[in-house]
């Protein structure tokens, strides 16, 4: 019989450690293998049962799936530290006007264009994209996590107010709520050890008492008969 374990795909920016943490202090029988994916790839790795769950964001295609919403991320854009953008707290998409903005193919947040004027080409990656904010070919609109991940000392970000977000979610085929699951479901969710992890509780079994003792009638005292 095959030992029981729970695969957890992740995309990129992406970091569960802080629960994977609380897995090895709940279910320390079972090991929790992480399995890094590319957003694109994300729910079609799940749906192929390649993962029993995925962090990933949305918008996604969720047909055949589960998905909770977590958190919502910020927007930031990418600039050289050089960027007069980089002197804002904030910026507006207003601010973009005249610079080129990179879309790349693999963007998470699912505009159809976003502000400023668009490259000549669609850099294939995120990854890429950063390459050419670096080269001085445009600006980047991401998620703060990916604005992270891809960390330059050359580059910095900003806020973008008024701009779509995206929002990371755990994802798993519908058909398949397993214990471990529920158990997963529970930890991201912050749910206690002693908690019912969202299961109806079992009825409570009816006390059965034992009948009152009768209390023996008492005997009525005759009086005593006149003479």
Same mark, same amino acid.
């Given at each position: 019989m095959t030992?029981?374990?729970?695969?957890?795909?992740?995309?990129? =920016?992406?970091? +569960?450690?802080?629960?994977?943490?609380?897995?090895g202090?709940?279910?320390?029988?079972?090991?929790?293998t992480?399995?890094?994916?590319?957003?694109?790839?994300?729910?079609?790795?799940?749906?192929?049962?390649?993962?029993?769950?995925?962090?990933?964001?949305?918008?996604?295609?969720?047909?055949?799936?589960?998905?909770?919403?977590?958190?919502?991320?910020?927007?930031?854009?990418?600039? %050289?530290?050089?960027?007069?953008?980089?002197?804002?707290?904030?910026?507006?998409?207003?601010?973009?006007?005249?610079?080129?903005?990179?879309?790349?193919?693999?963007?998470?947040? =699912?505009?159809?264009?976003? +502000?400023?004027?668009? #490259?000549?080409?669609r850099?294939?990656?995120?990854?890429?994209?950063?390459?050419?904010?670096?080269?001085?070919?445009?600006?980047l609109?991401?998620?703060?996590?990916? #604005?992270?991940?891809?960390?330059?000392?050359d580059?910095?970000?900003?806020?973008?107010?008024?701009?779509?977000?995206?929002?990371?979610?755990?994802?798993? %085929?519908?058909e398949?709520?397993t214990?471990?699951?529920?158990?997963?479901?529970?930890?991201?969710? =912050?749910?206690?050890?002693?908690?019912?992890? =969202?299961?109806?509780?079992?009825?409570?079994?009816?006390?059965?008492?034992k009948?009152?003792?009768?209390?023996?009638?008492?005997?009525?005292?005759?009086?005593?008969?006149?003479?």
């Amino acid at each position: 019989m095959t030992a029981p374990s729970f695969r957890l795909a992740y995309v990129p =920016g992406v970091t +569960p450690a802080k629960w994977v943490r609380v897995w090895g202090e709940r279910v320390p029988d079972v090991p929790l293998t992480l399995v890094p994916v590319p957003a694109a790839d994300a729910a079609a790795l799940v749906r192929d049962h390649e993962a029993d769950a995925v962090l990933l964001r949305l918008p996604t295609d969720r047909s055949g799936l589960h998905a909770i919403p977590l958190y919502t991320e910020t927007t930031v854009v990418v600039v %050289p530290k050089d960027h007069v953008v980089a002197a804002a707290d904030e910026v507006t998409p207003a601010d973009l006007a005249e610079d080129v903005v990179l879309h790349p193919v693999d963007d998470t947040l =699912g505009w159809e264009q976003p +502000p400023g004027r668009p #490259a000549i080409e669609r850099p294939a990656t995120t990854a890429g994209a950063i390459e050419l904010v670096a080269a001085g070919v445009g600006l980047l609109v991401v998620p703060q996590s990916l #604005a992270r991940l891809h960390h330059r000392r050359d580059l910095t970000y900003r806020p973008l107010v008024d701009s779509p977000q995206s929002r990371v979610a755990l994802s798993w %085929p519908e058909e398949e709520t397993t214990d471990l699951m529920e158990q997963f479901i529970g930890i991201v969710r =912050g749910r206690t050890v002693n908690s019912t992890r =969202g299961r109806p509780a079992p009825a409570p079994v009816p006390v059965k008492r034992k009948p009152a003792a009768k209390t023996p009638p008492r005997k009525q005292q005759r009086k005593p008969r006149r003479r």
